[in-house]
């Protein structure tokens, strides 16, 4: 387990992909944004947000999905080799989310997941993530508290092997450029204790359900030098955020 | 049924050689796990793929899955319909939602036959 300070949105994408690349861990990763960004799904196009402010501040991720805009949230990132999760894709969503809800009412916040709602359409039907909630997400009678993505690889040093990167964004405060979205905000008061409590129920809930104990962690020189490699020749990139 | 004429990569995808020809899908089982695939995205012809590296993503249920190539090679034909036709990969993976064909340069090794896949995938659950 990762728990980093708020970074900025090129190195937050960058360091995760080389956790994807490298981990020899599964290894969840807890971080924030600062600044706050907004982060575009692998294929969105860059033409769709055109409208945004000048200086907002933009990332492409590499896992699937909407935009998000990163305010006040718990942002997560798992990465660890696929084995490890069903390999259906809905059910590694519901085995994950499941944990998720079981650390959040930890903590006293009530979420669940979304059934009858809008199915993946062709293209998303909205840009911003959590503005259609689809089967599966959690949700709030407020709505979309938690969004989710993945990306699924082939990784690692050597010896290539399946793999899997999955990213939560946790609504804390509702931010203003998407006043549609719930928020833990929204049912308990957000002290630092809270925080830390959320932390450490989410990294024991992730950690149980996939047969593990949480312990903290650090990143290996290995890693920090994949993920300056990946800042510099990707996410920081121009070319890499506009290549849709 | 899979086709028995077909070689397969742990990673899932298919490919079917004729004569200096490989053309290049993913099978039956990788559609399942997939679920609703909502974005494909291929090389376009004269592109190069090399065994082992990606030669395109596919999209589904916010999960971006890379596709491997089972050789290198040049890219001689890409499918382009099928990207506005993704059911078409649970209808006939094997048939109509191929992906690329590639001249091949150099094979992979270690492509199973049918009967070895089919034991991989129950091996996968």
Redesign the interface.
């Known amino acids: 387990m990762l728990l980093d300070e708020p970074g900025d949105a090129a190195q937050n994408m960058a360091v995760d992909g080389a956790l994807l690349e490298l981990a020899t861990k599964p290894t969840l990763r807890i971080y924030g944004w600062q600044p706050h960004a907004v982060s575009l799904?692998?294929?969105q196009s860059i033409a769709d947000f055109q409208d945004l402010p000048a200086d907002t501040v933009m990332v492409r991720r590499?896992?699937?999905?909407?935009a998000i805009h990163h305010g006040d949230e718990l942002t997560f990132s798992l990465a660890l080799d696929a084995f490890r999760l069903p390999?259906?894709?809905?059910q590694s969503?519901v085995v994950l989310h499941d944990a998720i809800i079981r650390a959040l009412a930890h903590v006293g916040v009530r979420c669940r997941r979304a059934s009858g709602g809008a199915?993946?359409?062709?293209?998303?039907s909205h840009r911003w993530?959590f503005r259609t909630p689809v089967d599966?997400d959690l949700v709030t009678d407020r709505g979309k508290l938690l969004g989710?993505?993945?990306?699924?690889?082939?990784a690692g040093d050597g010896n290539?092997h399946?793999r899997i990167l999955h990213h939560g964004s946790l609504v804390l405060q509702r931010p203003n450029q998407t006043p549609f979205v719930a928020a833990v905000a929204d049912q308990v008061p957000l002290t630092g204790e809270l925080r830390r409590e959320l932390h450490s129920a989410l990294a024991t809930e992730l950690a149980r359900v996939l047969g593990l104990i949480a312990r903290p962690g650090e990143r290996s020189r290995a890693e920090n030098a994949m993920a300056t490699k990946l800042r510099s020749e990707q996410f920081g990139t121009t070319a890499y955020l506009h290549r849709r | 049924m899979r086709p028995d004429d077909l070689k397969f990569q742990k990673?899932h995808e298919w490919c079917r050689v004729e004569g200096e020809t490989a053309t290049i899908g993913i099978s039956d089982y990788a559609v399942?796990?997939?679920?609703?695939l909502?974005?494909l995205?291929l090389p376009a012809v004269g592109a190069t793929v090399t065994i082992?590296e990606?030669f395109g993503?596919i999209?589904?249920?916010?999960?971006?899955?890379?596709l491997?190539s089972p050789v290198t090679g040049e890219v001689i034909e890409s499918n382009e319909e099928l990207g506005d036709n993704?059911e078409w990969l649970s209808e006939e993976p094997f048939g109509k939602a191929w992906m690329v064909k590639v001249k091949i340069s150099a094979a992979g090794p270690d492509l199973m036959d049918v009967a070895a896949y089919d034991s991989h995938c129950k091996a996968?659950?």
């Not at chain 1, 390999?87 to 809905?90: A, F, H, N, P, Q």
């Open positions: 799904g692998y294929f590499s896992t699937g999905g909407g390999g259906d894709i809905s969503y199915q993946p359409a062709a293209r998303p993530c599966g989710s993505a993945q990306r699924r690889t082939n290539r399946a | 990673s399942s796990h997939l679920n609703d909502v974005f995205d082992g990606s993503e999209e589904s249920v916010k999960a971006v899955s890379s491997y993704l996968e659950g």
